[in-house]
């Protein structure tokens, strides 16, 4: 099963060059340049991670990031960053997110972080479903 | 003093860079904007004269006048003494005249022609009077025909004498001294008296010079003076004490005639300056003179000038050496004050140079990073096309091509990360940081570090460190940039120190030591500059502790290092518990 993965920046070329390199590992790839764009295209699908570029005109990625962890709580963020403090870092953490790359990323530990906002939202969906068979059993107890 | 002209820009801006690390260049002198030795002397000088020259003056003034009123006090003073002098010698003369006019007037010629009576009229004089010692009765044809005394002058005729001729013109006759038949000083008195019946006779007598001796002898004079007579020649009438006996002649110059009593200035034959008083007694051939020792009489005054002089000399060696004391001391603190001046400019300078940089460093990464970005993922696709290809997966060439953009992208990120942390949100509020807590959470990044090279990290905390007001974030930078710094100095195995704890009220300190590689004092004076790296290809691009420095300035702080090569370094943290004065952010 490959991860659904939306990719947000405001460098087109940028998020179409990372988009085609993760397609060919395998990852099921879409892309947006603005994070209003991003918002919209979140509720419209049902993406497992979302790598949000931090700094954007409009809706910047610690906005976006808590608007996506509003709506969908169980979709995980990986943040990149131009510019990374321990400061933006903690802060994205607080908000949610899985993962802080500072930019130029790797592809490796991007795809790494990937990954694990995959399995860790598997685990998420998992206990979600398996408190939903409880609750059936428990209401429709045969 | 100047900058070496040289044609490669690049020289000059790294020779200005090396000479700001060495405080005590000559270049650093131009700096000190007062000419302190010149002031110095200026002031020292201004403060001598302005102190030393009224009382000098008026010391001088003093000095004059009073000297003056002291001369004028005793010149008035002798012309008293000889004028009252003048008067009872005078009076003496003039008394023993006056008995002599009597006699004449009160006896008849007959009785004057009488010798007994002449006899007995001596008698009654010298019963009254002392001094005479004869009487004689001379006739108009100069004949003494009746003489009454100790020798035998009886028909004497002193008809060819001076004296008789003086006598027969002014009625009354005095003498010079003269030693006389007996060896004895004495003057003669003689009286006219007219006839009735035309012709004259003269009464003629002697009187021992002892009554003028006793008179002037008895005279007690200020300044070792001297009273006596002397006749309009200089010859002495009366002896002196110090001018020579009776009927020798003065060693000084005979005093022009006046009518009043007169004072005068001179000096005597050594040379020894004089005050000579003296007045013409009328009527007679005297002069009497008294003539004083003006050393001698200036002596109070001298002594008094003496000790005001004395004062005055100890008062300008006091105020000079006040003075001289105090300008120096003035000086010395404009000295260091002006040192305090230079070395503050010279900080500020640093610290705005550093910041200048930063700015111009995270602007320009800023810029650089998104088309790093892109060509980083162009490269990866690139590497990527050509590993899913089978034309040019076995490439090496190409490949190594693509490795070395992958590599090189990655060196200019690495640059761009360090440049980028200089640029900072500026609306971050101090908020209350517990050093502790903060220094835990910074050692949890290198916690799988440590544990790998097993490098020992302690930690110690003094129970009173207070909670301090900063910016947590670039707080943590600081301690991470530090504590990384140390992390790359300690070999496998080694130690690092962190101690945090109170220095005086209103400021902490936080210490991290190192027993690593330590540095050269030439490193250590470069060290918090941009660029300046000691990790050599071990990755470091120069920039942490400079980022380091200018965040602690930023949050009011200092931060300075001590090393020894070989020995381990110790990098210092002090920060203010209140939070730094312009609210932890300028930019």
């Given amino acids: 099963m490959s991860e659904k993965v939306l990719l947000v920046d405001d460098e087109e070329e940028f998020t179409e060059t990372l988009a085609e390199r993760m397609r060919t590992r395998g990852m099921d790839v879409s892309t947006t340049n603005s994070g209003a764009n991003a918002l919209q295209m979140v509720d419209d699908e049902n993406f497992d991670v979302v790598v949000l570029d931090l700094k954007m005109p409009g809706i910047d990625g610690l906005e976006a990031l808590k608007r996506i962890k509003r709506r969908r709580p169980d979709i995980q963020v990986v943040l990149l960053t131009g510019h990374a403090t321990v400061e933006k870092g903690v802060e994205a953490m607080k908000q949610g997110a899985l993962e802080f790359l500072e930019k130029p990323v790797d592809l490796a530990s991007l795809t790494d972080a990937i990954h694990k906002a995959k399995a860790t939202k598997m685990v998420l969906v998992e206990k979600e479903t398996e408190e939903r068979i409880k609750e059936i059993l428990h209401h429709k107890g045969w | 003093m100047k900058q070496p002209f040289t044609s490669d820009g690049r020289a000059g801006v790294r020779g200005r860079l090396e000479g700001r690390s060495q405080s005590d260049l000559p270049v650093e002198s131009r700096r000190y904007s007062l000419n302190l030795r010149r002031m110095w002397q200026l002031t020292a000088l201004l403060m001598i004269i302005v102190s030393v020259g009224p009382l000098t003056v008026m010391t001088a003034i003093d000095y004059r006048v009073t000297e003056a009123s002291a001369e004028s006090e005793i010149l008035l003073h002798t012309s008293r003494v000889v004028s009252n002098t003048k008067m009872a010698v005078e009076f003496s003369l003039v008394e023993r005249m006056a008995a002599l006019d009597f006699i004449v007037e009160d006896n008849s010629s007959a009785e004057l022609h009488d010798c007994a009576r002449v006899g007995e009229i001596l008698e009654n004089l010298q019963a009254s009077f002392t001094g005479f010692v004869d009487l004689g009765v001379i006739d108009s044809s100069g004949r003494q025909f009746c003489y009454v005394g100790p020798y035998d002058l009886a028909g004497v005729n002193y008809s060819d004498q001076a004296w008789f ?29 007219d006839l009735p019946g035309g012709g004259f006779d003269v009464l003629r007598t002697s009187v021992e010079t002892s009554l003028l001796q006793n008179l002037l002898s008895n005279l007690e004079i200020s300044g070792e003076g001297d009273a006596f007579v002397i006749n309009r020649e200089g010859i002495l009438q009366t002896s002196s004490r110090r001018h020579g006996g009776v009927l020798e002649s003065l060693d000084l110059e005979v005093p022009e005639v006046a009518a009043a009593t007169r004072v005068y200035e001179t000096l005597d034959p050594d040379g020894v300056p004089l005050i000579v008083g003296y007045s013409y007694i009328p009527n007679t051939p005297f002069i009497l003179m008294i003539v004083k020792q003006k050393t001698a009489l200036m002596e109070p005054w001298s002594a008094t000038r003496r000790q005001l002089i004395g004062l005055l000399a100890a008062s300008i060696s006091i105020i000079v050496l006040v003075v001289l004391g105090v300008t120096s001391y003035l000086v010395s603190k404009i000295h260091w004050a002006d040192k305090q001046r230079v070395a503050a400019l010279h900080q500020t300078e640093y610290t705005n140079k550093m910041a200048s940089l930063g700015r111009l460093g995270a602007g320009v990464a800023h810029e650089i990073n998104n088309p790093l970005a892109i060509i980083k993922e162009k490269a990866g696709l690139i590497k990527d ?80 460190t207070p909670v301090i007001s ?118």
């Fill in chain 2, 385 to 464: 096309l050509f590993e899913f290809s089978d034309r040019y997966a076995g490439d090496e060439k190409l490949m190594g091509i693509v490795e070395s953009i992958l590599s090189s992208v990655d060196r200019c990120s690495a640059i761009t990360r360090r440049l980028l942390t200089f640029a900072r949100d500026t609306d971050t509020e101090p908020v209350a940081v517990d050093l502790s807590e903060t220094i835990t959470e910074v050692l949890g990044f290198m916690g799988k570090e440590a544990e790998y090279r097993s490098i020992a990290v302690v930690v110690e905390i003094d129970d009173d």
């Fill in chain 2, 470 to 587: 900063t910016n947590k974030g670039r707080l943590q930078q600081i301690l991470l940039n530090v504590v990384n710094n140390a992390f790359a100095a300690v070999e496998n195995g080694g130690r690092i120190e962190i101690a945090a704890g109170r220095e005086g009220p209103d400021r902490v300190m936080i210490r991290v030591t190192d027993d690593g590689c330590g540095m050269s004092e030439a490193q250590r004076a470069r060290i918090f500059e941009p660029f300046f790296t000691t990790k050599g290809g071990r990755g470091g691009v120069g920039l942490g502790l400079s980022i380091t420095y200018s965040l602690v300035t930023e949050l009011g702080g200092t931060v300075s290092v001590e090393s020894e090569l070989g020995e381990g370094t110790s990098f210092q943290i002090r920060l203010p518990v209140a939070g730094s004065r312009n609210g932890g952010a300028v930019r």
């Fill in chain 2, 165 to 193: 001729e003086d006598v027969q013109q002014v009625a009354t006759h005095v003498s010079d001294v003269f030693p006389g038949f007996r060896r004895v000083p004495h003057m003669v008195i003689a009286v006219r008296h």
